[in-house]
């Protein structure tokens, strides 16, 4: 007979040290060994451990890669896996990459995958993430041989949009994707059901917190796609009543994280809603911004501005169209406002990540301003040479710096439309 527990984990100790310990006994019943005893100071000694890696109020988890052998650009997507977890507010407590084809069945073999669980268990995680897409059957067969929740970059990243999906329509569309993506992992009353539901990966932008069943899943979604056509007919409404009364949208726009929605909340901040019916009925992603009318700069002293859902590279073929979707409402827009983080290492890959899905959009031709946020976070030189790099207007929308500037920009801009529209019509005249 044996018993086995698990080791408590020493300091900056690395994945595949003895993370469990076994002793073999002749008769347990005769053992003269203290178990209660034990497994207290067992307990506390991971107690003190987990004190100290973990962080109150967000999920603890273990990020885990499987990668090809040949595979150049495994360090990139682990980074990368890091921010998106990060982003989605959960605490890293490790990250383990392996090299290896991934396993048809358990994506890592089946041994490596115990010997992962129980490290998950030694350092205290609640949540493991797979830095891949994991087809149902491993999602499945992942989820059975452990307690812990189970999540793959797509669930993760429709958990970022679940986060940050404020309109209505963007809410239900991001609703739909996760409910089409979890859809064939669900298996009727299989037990992975209630691991998928609530906090993260499980957070349902509205009220489905996605612990159905499948038929009832099935239900909810044709549920929503009439909610959501019911809605964009309600879009097409408010659009006409925009386009009637000639007020015109600017559309905030950029990569995840880097101040959109903090933006949009600092410069309508002020501009509280009144009861205007026009604006009213908005979306919270919608709300009006005044405008500074002196020098005769502009006529529409009066915008709406749109908050987004965040942009984000290598996205998933059947998450694009849910992202796209969330994107309609820009289409209507007379400016975009693109939002970049001055402090990001990576500011020009993630520009063009951005540049490129609104090419495919057909949005590219849009007038846009482009924004350097967070310029609070580096040096002035910094910004200088970023503002001249990207011909942009540095802000922070967390201590104010550059707010004034950007607004009186967004009246030029459309100032210089109207004008241009003017012109337009005076030569089609002209003509005749
Ligand atoms: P979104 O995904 O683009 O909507 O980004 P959020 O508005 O949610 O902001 C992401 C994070 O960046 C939050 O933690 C904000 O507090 C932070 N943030 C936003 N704007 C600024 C800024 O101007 N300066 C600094 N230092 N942090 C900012
Ligand atoms: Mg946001």
Request: net charge neutral; glycine share 6%; aromatic share 4%.
């Amino acid at each position: 007979m044996a018993y086995a527990h698990i080791m408590p984990p020493r300091e900056k100790e690395s994945f595949g040290s003895a993370g469990s310990h076994t002793e073999v006994v002749s008769d347990l019943s005769r053992l003269d060994f203290d178990f209660a005893e034990f497994i207290e100071e067992l307990e506390s000694e991971l107690a003190t451990y987990t004190e100290k890696t973990h962080k109150t109020g967000k999920p603890n988890a273990v990020l885990v890669g499987v990668y090809d052998k040949g595979a150049s650009d495994s360090e990139s997507s682990m980074l990368e896996l890091r921010e998106l977890a990060k982003t989605a507010g959960v605490n890293i407590l490790d990250s383990l990459m392996q090299k290896r084809t991934p396993d048809p069945k358990t994506l890592l073999g089946k041994g490596k995958l115990e010997e992962v669980i129980l490290h998950c268990l030694k350092v205290g995680a609640d949540i493991i993430i797979f830095d891949c897409e994991l087809k149902p059957g491993q999602w499945r067969a992942i989820t059975n041989s452990t307690e812990l929740k189970v999540l793959d970059r797509s669930m993760l990243i429709l958990d970022i949009f679940a986060q940050r999906a404020n309109s209505s329509e963007g809410r239900l569309q991001v609703e739909l994707a996760q409910l089409k993506y979890n859809l064939p992992r669900l298996v009727e009353l299989d037990a992975g059901l209630s691991r998928l539901s609530g906090g993260i990966g499980g957070r349902g932008p509205g009220e489905t917190k996605l612990e159905l069943g499948r038929r009832q899943i099935r239900d909810k979604i044709s549920l929503l796609e009439d909610k959501i056509d019911k809605i964009s007919q309600q879009r097409d409404l408010r659009r006409k009543q925009r386009i009637d009364n000639k007020i015109p949208v600017v559309a905030i726009l950029g990569y995840t994280n880097v101040g959109k929605s903090t933006l949009f909340n600092k410069l309508t901040a002020s501009n509280v809603f009144v009861e205007n019916k026009l604006f009213a009925t908005l979306d919270p992603a919608h709300r009006r911004l005044r405008l500074p009318s002196k020098d005769n700069l502009t006529k529409n002293e009066t915008v709406i501005l749109t908050d987004t859902v965040g942009f984000i590279r290598h996205l998933p073929e059947e998450l694009m169209t849910a992202f796209k979707a969330t994107l309609d409402e820009i289409k209507e827009a007379s400016v975009l406002i693109h939002v970049l983080d001055a402090s990001d290492p990576e500011i020009a890959e993630r520009k063009k990540a951005v540049d490129e899905i609104l090419l495919e959009m057909q949005l590219s031709n849009v007038d846009q301003l482009i924004i350097l946020n967070k310029s609070d976070k580096i040096s002035q030189e910094k910004i200088d040479n970023l503002t001249t790099d990207f011909d942009a207007i540095a802000v922070s929308a967390i201590t104010g710096i550059g707010l004034k500037e950007l607004v009186i920009a967004i009246a030029k801009e459309l100032d210089k439309i109207g004008k241009k529209l003017e012109k337009a019509r005076k030569d089609s005249h002209a003509q005749f």
